[in-house]
């Protein structure tokens, strides 16, 4: 049974370098080597490294591995070749599976790379002073250890979520990823560390290193630095943690074995696209539409394009003219957050005549303003997620994370506020849908248009106070930056709120002044 | 035998003179009609040109049954007589509301009002007093096909001289027969009807039955009733003063009471009806007064079966209290009705018919009578579009100028005119993507000023020349219609489904709708439009550029959803699709609507085109252009 299972195995390997996808699997097994190179090179050096030093790094980089083989298969969706529900037709023999299945699963790419880490990093322990034998048992624990647990993952995919995700769902995963992990890796990277584990990280080292998760590095670097106690308990959870897992993964295979789901009727409505994933109201409909819009029509696209970079270039003639660093990397996260709050000012313009279904169908105020604003969100906070830990990065002063986040947010908010109300009381003509966004609309008067400027002005001046309490918290201290914070977010909301009510009512009450204008623009 | 837009407005103030000026010509000219009017309602009831009398005599009879329908044509009608016909225009809506069958083609009546001669004539006679009225009802947009017949035939007979806002009426009341009936016209109606019904009653009973519509029966019946009892009352009155009709009125309604509930509804109208006939018209000419406005069109009809049904007896009490509103329509018929009871009566007995349009004339009169004249009561019971006075002005171009227009449930309206006419817009004001200047629509019974989300709920609207969101595939655009309508997701998966099928748009609903070519567009808004099953369908449009084989696909889907009870009102060019499909029509040129009516009122023998192209104006022979022959080269 192994040497078949293996055969299939050697088999898929080979058939992946076939076919139409051979240069995109060639490049992907490149890259992957790559990395695996670029991170062998990096444990080695901390071959020179002070032992605590050592201890953090490998142990919260574990840590982070196991967790990413966990979760990764969720997010991505990726679909496991060695499936155990695939041998569910051949009879096999369940009590078989689960190591036949595991030792198939070492025999891939990625476990051949982690294979090379954990070797460099047992490479690493042993010049440290640790025995070899102690060594290497704990190096293969920690690699059965994350092979079993990614071929978990890859089983809590294919129990809970469907097999066809929509392109929209990934998207989404992939933006909450990188809101959430992309601040925290620059917030480590920019940890001075000096020969010197910082402090705050000591306590995580430690706690992570009696958790499962990191229990296999720790004990070989507690045993290198001769810490007796950590290392026997960090080698018992070690131990314990493979066991369980050895038996959970075969509670999985016995289960995807012989059962199967029951066949629910299939809720996922294909062909949908964004509309499948929000809810089936007025509001989905309306930020469907509005999702759909702005990542497709070139209008739309140029106004997200120019909004970093003009965030980003501003900085530049300030660095130019001699403004110090620290103050010039402030500019950009204001300047993007009142930007992106300032685009969907005009909404309502870029419908075109095709407003007529929302005004015919007599759809609320409410879920209009409000589906309208989604895209911009949807946008507007993964770029500013990258943007303020960047910006501290430059800065340097980490205490200002609250505070900045705190102005963003009001900025970003209470422009949007003030926006959903100009977009139906002061509307302008813009290019039609299909024209090119550069194209200048006919205007039949030459009324001016406060739209744009009040739109800018309104934001800033709802953001006064958060403005106010940050310069307080930069120049005081930052007592201030808790109050910045939560001033900033409340007001914020607040001006939304009242914004998307406000613009909603004058929206149902304006439906035909609204489509005389379409008409005319 | 069409009149120009201009005769309108001079019917209008011709039927209200008429009935006072005319009663005496009335009174002869009846008498000679009503001889001469029995023979040729039967024979001239289906055509068009002595439509105004035999459709007056039908109307009685079918207006009857169907003159709560007619109720608005007979309104219009009455209120244009009721200043002086009350009871002309009572017949008039009494013959709209009595005559379902038949088309009513309104200056035919009134022609033969107004010549009073015999050959046609009796429809002539009652033609100039029946054309002002009979203007006024058709323009009101009645839906009294049926009655239209029968009444004109009875106006001819039986009260020329009334006759004239009578046989308007008839007319009128025939197109409008099917809806709501007027109660003020009802006292006309009465006469009408009685008249009608006594010669045409066969004609009309078949088509009143089919075009039963309880208001209009309602009216008809009351106008008969009253006019019945009103004649019978104030027999011996020679004109007609508001006053006296009141009475009359009173007292027909009285009768009409006594004689039988009167039920506001169709189906007990009938009896009453029969009984409304009988009465003779002298009550409807005083009841009229009050109530002409509201059956205009009932009342001719009734106006007619009533003068024709004098003699009956039975009719008397429902008569009676139709008689009010008939005797407001006609005045002039009641007086004529006086003099001559006895071929009145004839009509009386044939009238099944009309006895239910007398009822609700009866109602209506009772109403009337009661002071208030309802504008629009009937409106909500069977109306789906009632415009009033509409106008919209872009600067100094004055797109629509005073458009009325009464949409009865369940009808096939088509709107049909010149470019840069007004349809558009109108259609437009209709569908709340536009503000009027000044005026009202009511939809299904909702004020749209008062509460416009619920206006819109109840209507689809597939307008014209306006984008829509043709970045999403045809599945999505079609979950945008729906969820912004309120309907959850599973209703549209499988209303998208049943709708791709059936305008052929499966393998293309993954397709983005900018791909599509123009009929696929506007077909998935044609859909789009009908997802949430409303009520109403306003279509700008729909046939343009959409191939046969899918015009006849949407047009079966249409045509079942108009049998089911829902209203479709559209505007083409098409001319022949229009006069293939539509059940009625209005053609506005210029910002005002110029006919009005049922397919064949509004066509007056000619075909729709041709009587497009004649209201329309075409400049006729076009001058110069020589040098195009010339070739320059």
């Known amino acids: 049974m192994a040497a078949h299972v293996l055969r ?326 204001p300047v993007m957050a009142l930007f992106f709050g300032w685009l969907p000012h005009n909404d309502v313009a870029y419908d075109s005549t095709a407003l007529w279904t929302h005004v015919a169908s007599g759809v609320r105020g409410l879920p209009d303003r409000l589906g309208r604003l989604v895209p911009v969100l949807l946008v507007a906070v993964p770029v500013l997620a990258i943007a303020v830990p960047l910006s501290l990065l430059l800065i340097g002063d980490w205490s200002l994370l609250l505070p900045l986040g705190g102005l963003a947010a009001s900025l970003l908010f209470s422009a949007l506020g003030v926006s959903s109300v100009l977009s139906v009381v002061a509307p302008y003509a813009v290019s039609r849908p299909g024209d090119s966004p550069f194209q200048q609309p006919q205007r039949p008067t030459s009324r001016g248009t406060y739209g744009p400027a009040a739109a800018f002005l309104g934001a800033i001046v709802f953001s006064a106070p958060t403005i106010w309490l940050f310069a307080a918290t930069i120049i005081e201290g930052s007592a201030y930056a808790p109050a910045t914070f939560w001033v900033g977010i409340l007001a914020g909301l607040l001006v939304l709120v009242v914004g998307a009510v406000v613009g909603g009512r004058i929206f149902e009450r304006s439906g035909e002044r609204l489509m005389e204008f379409v008409e005319t623009a | 035998m069409t009149a120009s837009p201009d005769d309108r407005t001079a019917q209008v103030d011709e039927t209200e003179t008429a009935t006072n000026k005319t009663s005496a010509k009335r009174a002869p000219a009846r008498k000679q009609s009503s001889g001469a009017a029995t023979p040729e309602e039967t024979t001239t009831a289906g055509s068009a040109a002595k439509k105004t009398a035999p ?26 007589s009721r200043a002086a016909s009350g009871t002309a225009t009572a017949a008039k809506a009494a013959a709209e509301k009595a005559a379902p069958a038949t088309d009513v083609v309104v200056e035919p009546l009134n022609r033969a009002l107004a010549e009073n001669s015999g050959a046609k004539t009796s429809a002539s006679s009652a033609a100039p007093r029946s054309a002002a009225a009979a203007r006024t ?29 009578t046989a308007a009426k008839t007319t009128a009341a025939k197109t409008t027969a099917a809806k ?53 009352a104030a027999a011996a009155k020679a004109a ?63 106006v007619e079966s009533a003068t024709v049904v004098e003699p009956a007896t039975v009719v008397e009490p429902a008569a009676a209290a139709e008689s009010e509103p008939a005797a407001e329509a006609e005045p002039d018929s009641a007086a004529p009705v006086l003099v001559e009871p006895p071929s009145e009566v004839e009509t009386a007995p044939e009238v099944e018919l009309e006895v239910v349009e007398v009822v609700e004339a009866v109602m209506d009169s009772d109403d009337a009578a009661s002071g208030a004249i309802r504008p629009d009561d009937g409106a909500s019971a069977g109306e789906a579009i009632r415009i009033r006075g509409l106008v919209k002005h872009f600067g100094d171009n004055r797109a629509v100028d005073g458009i009325d227009l009464t949409v009865p449930a369940g009808s096939f309206y088509g709107v049909v005119g010149p470019n840069g006419a007004g349809k558009t817009t109108t259609l437009s004001i209709v569908a709340g993507l536009l503000r009027a200047d000044a005026g009202s629509v009511v939809i299904c019974g909702i004020d749209q000023a008062s509460d416009p989300q619920a206006a819109k709920r109840v209507m689809g609207v597939l307008p014209d020349r306006l984008r829509t969101f043709d970045r999403l595939t045809g599945r999505q655009l079609l979950y945008y219609y729906g969820l912004l309508r309120g309907l959850t997701a599973d209703v549209i998966e499988k209303r ?35 997802i949430h099953s409303p009520r109403v369908l306003v279509l700008d449009e729909p046939f343009e550029s959409v191939d046969p084989v899918s015009s006849a696909v949407i047009l079966d889907i249409l045509r079942a959803y108009v049998s089911h009870g829902g209203t479709v009102i559209l505007s083409s060019h098409g001319m022949d699709l229009v006069e293939r499909v539509c059940s009625r029509v209005a053609i506005i040129v210029g910002g005002e609507v110029l006919a009005e009516g049922t397919i064949d009122e509004v066509r007056a023998g000619q075909t729709l085109e041709a009587r497009f192209v004649e209201l329309a104006g075409s400049s006729g022979e076009v001058e110069g252009l020589e040098w195009l022959h010339t070739f320059s080269d």
């Open chain 1, 8 to 333: 299939l195995r050697f088999a898929l390997l080979l058939g992946a370098v076939r076919g139409e996808r051979r240069i995109r699997t060639l490049v992907a097994f490149a890259a992957i080597v790559a990395i695996t190179v670029a991170v062998c090179l990096a444990v080695l050096s901390l071959d020179s490294a002070p032992v605590p030093v050592a201890r953090a790094v490998t142990v919260l980089g574990g840590a982070a591995l196991l967790v990413g083989f966990l979760v990764g298969p969720v997010l991505v969706g990726a679909v496991d070749q060695l499936d155990p529900r695939r041998f569910a037709v051949f009879g096999v023999d369940e009590r078989q599976m689960p190591w036949v299945l595991a030792l198939a699963s070492l025999v891939s790419v990625p476990s051949l790379a982690l294979l090379a880490v954990y070797i460099s990093v047992c490479v690493v322990a042993i010049s440290a002073g640790a025995p070899w034998a102690l060594a290497v048992l704990l190096t293969i624990v920690s690699v059965l250890t994350t092979a079993l647990t990614s071929r978990i993952g890859m089983a809590i995919n294919a129990l809970l979520l469907p097999e066809r995700r929509s392109r929209e769902l990934t998207a989404l995963f992939a933006l909450a990823l990188i809101v959430i992990a992309f601040p925290v890796a620059v917030f480590f990277g920019s940890l001075r560390w000096d020969g010197l584990v910082p402090d705050s990280l000591a306590v995580l080292t430690t706690a992570i290193g009696y958790s499962p998760f990191g229990a296999a590095p720790a004990f070989l670097f507690s045993v290198a630095a001769g810490e007796a106690g950590a290392a026997w308990v960090s080698g018992i959870v070690a131990f314990l943690t493979l066991a369980l897992l050895w038996l959970a993964w075969t509670w999985v295979v016995r289960r995807l074995l012989t059962t199967t789901e029951r066949p629910v009727a299939a809720r996922e409505r294909t062909g949908l696209g964004w509309f499948g994933l929000l809810p089936s109201n007025a509001f989905g409909a309306i930020a469907a539409r509005s999702l759909v819009y702005w990542l497709r029509d070139r209008r739309y696209i140029m106004n997200i394009i120019v909004v970093p970079v003009a965030g980003v270039l501003t900085v530049l003639p300030l660095i130019v003219a001699g403004v110090p660093i620290e103050i010039a990397a402030l500019v950009p996260v």
């Open chain 2, 55 to 80: 459709r007056t005599a039908a109307k009685p009879a079918t207006a009857k049954k169907t003159a709560a329908a007619r109720k608005p044509t007979a309104k219009q009608a009455s209120g244009a």
């Open chain 2, 137 to 165: 009802a058709a323009a009101k947009n009645s839906a009294a096909r049926s009655t239209a017949p029968k009444s004109a035939s009875t106006a001819r007979s039986t009260a020329k001289p009334a006759a004239k806002s």
């Open chain 2, 180 to 232: 709501t009936a007027a109660p003020r016209t009802t006292p006309a109606k009465t006469t009408a009807s009685s008249a009608a019904a006594k010669t045409a009653a066969a004609k009309s009973a078949a088509a009143k039955a089919a075009a039963t519509k309880a208001a209009a029966a309602k009216s008809a019946a009351r106008s008969t009733t009253a006019k019945t009892t009103a004649a019978k």
């Open chain 2, 240 to 302: 007609a003063t508001k006053a006296a009709k009141a009475a009359a009125a009173k007292e027909a309604k009285a009768k009409a009471a006594a004689a039988e509930p009167v039920e506001p509804e169709a189906v007990a109208v009938e009896a009453e009806a029969a009984s409304v006939e009988t009465a003779p018209e002298t009550p409807v000419i005083e009841s009229t007064s009050q109530i002409e406005t509201q059956s205009g069109t009932e009342i001719e009809p009734a």
């Open chain 2, 496 to 530: 998208a489904a049943d709708l791709a099928r059936a305008f052929d748009l499966g393998d293309a609903l993954s397709r983005v709708v900018s791909d599509y070519s123009a009929g696929m567009t506007k077909k998935i808004m044609l859909a789009g439009a009908m």
